[in-house]
């Protein structure tokens, strides 16, 4: 099991950027994938992005492609979601997972460990 914790967000105006990132406690940090995830108000979670144990893949949701960056440090036990040209519809409380598989998928069941999620809020 892992143990995760995020932080990172905040409010922004559009536009804008932050960086989210998950803290990770647990020796098997290196060999899980991770993914984060988002969840806006009276909305179901959607997938944003996943990286896999080594970093050597990534997976984007459609809607992130090009403004979103997911990365990892293993030395560190963190994983990063760089959020860059923000927009109100990506407000949300956003999620890091860990997948002891180790390879990259969208699909929230199949990530065991969940953080408690971060607030990101983007202003018009």
């Known amino acids: 099991q892992v143990q995760l914790v995020e932080s990172g967000g905040g409010l922004v105006q559009a536009g804008g950027s932050l960086r989210l990132s998950c803290a990770a406690s647990?020796?098997?940090?290196?060999?899980?994938?991770m993914g984060w995830f988002r969840q806006a108000p009276g909305k179901e979670r959607e997938f944003v992005a996943t990286?896999?144990?080594?970093?050597?893949?990534?997976y984007y949701a459609d809607s992130v492609k090009g403004r979103f960056t997911i990365t990892r440090d293993n030395a560190k036990n963190t994983v990063y979601l760089q959020m860059n040209s923000l927009k109100p519809e990506d407000t949300a409380v956003y999620y890091c997972a860990a997948r002891h598989d180790g390879s990259i998928s969208r699909f929230s069941s199949y990530y065991s460990d969940w953080g408690q999620g971060t607030l990101v809020t983007v202003s018009s």
């Open positions: 647990g020796r098997t940090f290196s060999s899980v994938a």
């Open positions: 990286i896999s144990w080594s970093g050597s893949a990534t």
